[in-house]
């Protein structure tokens, strides 16, 4: 057994040391890991994380301070001081938002994950373990962050360990992090640990009734063992009851300290209030309250605290005790003083939270202060911290007016911030009497915005008529009444049939607002949405192309384009322009990963598989499908969260086992959520499967679930498969009439893909004699388009019209090359299907179609071989894919494995441009 725990001794963690001398074992390998230890107050955490540290010197170590919890990077600051004077070797962008984020530079608000990639950068520069403890205080952009690099160390030998209380409402900032959950002692060790800590005669009896009733908790065992009596230790006298244990520990301290002098319980307070801050305001503020170091004594002498400022408290618990436990007046007056010896301008932040802690009543005066430090936060990209400044400052002013005014900007800072429910909460305390104006428009786009990220049951629903009413409150402010007219047309395009506002209603809204010649981004969007709704296919393209023309426009900078770019891919959904919106995704990812918007590249990440897999380039939809679940995975969405940007297009095409059940259950999912878009993109996707066995009449009944014919707006993208399906179940006249709706969406788009469909939709109308040439056509326009999907298909088509017709070799030469290119791509249904043809003809077809070849490269390492044969260097491809430079190593030694070559420049010969 080992015996650590008392000093270096542990008492019974075989199993948990042995799973960190494992991780420090393979980090010696090159290996990375991360674990967090997590387990209630005094379970021994630190004990085991003191024990990694000393098998490895090279250690950074920190751990979370409560009063810096508000602090945002503080952490993160404390844990990157050794290895800062390294960061000029970081990629600029990196290097500028860390400067920004430690406050060592001015600058603009840095991105979360920019800042997540510099630590990344520069704790995996060389193998190393690195600890922090006590993660439930550490403020919560230190915590993302740290979090962030946790989930993308592989191949650095870097061990990143953390101590986590158990706490109640915790956020899963750390969600994805392997956790060892560390519980008390077993019976055995904890009497060992309970004999080590008494010095007299212990009663065996009473020790394993010690170890039963403390469930075997170190601190508890240790505390009580020093401090029974010898009647309780020779079982004499009972113990106390209840046992201090967990939260009950807490009270257990409080209770020693109120025995204390005043002086030493204000001393004491003092060091708690302090922690974090600077020795010499602490000193000069136990001067100004006749306190000083030698007041400790009684509480070092029961060894709660330890060290000549700064004070170290034997165990947080102690600290949030002394401090939990302090009189209201007592804890005013420490923190006026130490406001009052907090004169350094760079500690204005600090200052002003002792006043806000110091004050009585409301005093507009303070509630100024915190508001500054809420916008040198924001600054900062410390929208939890802004946040929580503005809440206090609210609650500190006087005038109800202003007072409303900052708890709204206090919500959109907690939006800001990944926090919708807080930010609802914050709403939901405003008086709405006291709401007009801008302030009426900011609260209602925090609400909306909230209600939809958090899950809000009909948030989505209303979330475009709560912007509506948004634009109206701006009043004259054009720039705000804009912006919340687009966020209302991106709610309505999630939501869609399912939301409670009208399109006509959005575009009546846009139009006045747009201008009668708009010349910027902005404008041209709201002017192309409102003519495409009011005016139609006919009278809306030129408007639609104007707006993505301006949204594709190469000087449009990285983050206009990724506020806008989701519009500008409806757009080209609308108009059929495939070739714009792939530009438009491969700019978008460009640009998200160059300014290390994370969120953002998951949505393009989505989009791309989206747009794949309406294409048939299936090997696209997993690259971005693929893609988008490692950046899911980097910024801690959980695998249940994740249920919600699955593709049913693309498994449609797959028809993996068990998708007739699963499908209709994501059905009800999107429709609970008011997801309109991804409830019809689903319904589709199960028409498609219908289509691609066979079963052209439920295809063509839920296609009509879909369309609105006689309209062929939004689900014009529909159409084609409502004409096979209708063709094929011998509705013609469903046929006849969704063809028709084709064609004026066709012939105004008049993109090489929309026309294609549209020869390929009439050949299935057509006389014999006409049938082949449109069929022709149709092969010919879909090989200048994007459409790898529509190409097949539409030779599965020909071919199957070719064999009915009885010409053998013609039919062969279609069917053989759709079958082929279905299987190229996985295309399970599609395939089967063409094979079925061909088997008619006589044919022997091998099925199914085959797995892909386990040695071809994964996407990730695709990715990193892409980029490595354009010449980019290691530390380029790292800052690019949100890797570190050993972990692109890693995968390039892969690659040049797989293929067998031995250089960057032999790549050029693998991989397609």
Known sequence: MRLFGQGDRLFGRDSECARLDGLLREARGGRSAALILRGEAGVGKTALLRYAVSTIPATLTISGIESEADFPYAGLHRLLIPVLPFRDQLPARQRAALDVACGLAEGPPPDLYLVSLAALTLLASEPRVCVVDDVQWLDPESARALAFVARRLHAEGVVLLFGQRVVPDDPGLFAGVDVLDVGGLGRDAAMALLSDVVTGDLDLGLAEQIAESTGGNPLALTDLGRELTAGQLAGASPLPDPVPIGSRLEAHYSARVRAYPEITRTWLVLAAAGAGGRTDHLLSAARALGAGPEDAAPAESDRLISGFPPIDFRHPLVRSAVYGDAEPARRRAVHDALAAATTDPADADRRAWHLAAAAVAPDEAIAADLERSADRAGARGGHTARAGFLTRSAELTPDPTVRTGRQVRAAGAAMAAGAPVRALLLLDGLDEALLAGPDLGEALMTRANAAVNAGVPHGLRDAAAMCLAAAEAFGTDRVSARIAVIQAIQHATTAEHLGNVTEPEIAAAARPLAGDDPADVDGLLLAGYAAFITDGFAGGVPALRRAIAAIADPELPDEVLLTRFILGINFCNMVWDD??????????????????????????????????????????????????????????????????????????????????????????????????????????????????????????DGLLGIVDLGRPLRYAWALPDLVEAAVRSGDRETAERAYADLELAGRASDTPRALGLLDRSRALLSEPREAEALYRAAIERFDDSVSYGDLARTRLLYGEWLRRRRRRRDAQEQLGTALAMFEAVRATAFAARAARELAALGENVRTPVPDADDTILTPQEAAVAILARAGETNAEIAAQLFLSANTVDYHLRKVFRKLGVTSRRQLRDFLPD
């Open 579 to 700: 070739a714009t919106k792939q530009f438009l995704i491969d700019r978008a990812e460009g640009a998200a990963r160059r300014t290390g918007a994370l969120h953002a590249l998951d949505i393009v990440h989505f989009i791309g598989a989206m747009t794949g897999a309406f294409l048939g380039r299936l090997d696209d939809a997993d690259r971005h499908d693929a893609a988008g679940q490692r950046v899911r995975r980097a910024i801690g969405i959980t695998a249940d969260q994740e249920q919600v940007w699955r593709h049913p297009e693309l498994v449609a095409w797959r028809a993996p086992d068990g998708l007739r059940e699963t499908l209709p259950h994501a059905l009800g999912v999107f429709e609970m959520l008011h997801m309109g878009g991804m409830h019809a993109v689903t319904r589709l996707s199960l028409a498609i499967l219908d289509n691609a066995v066979g079963d052209y009449a439920a295809a063509r």
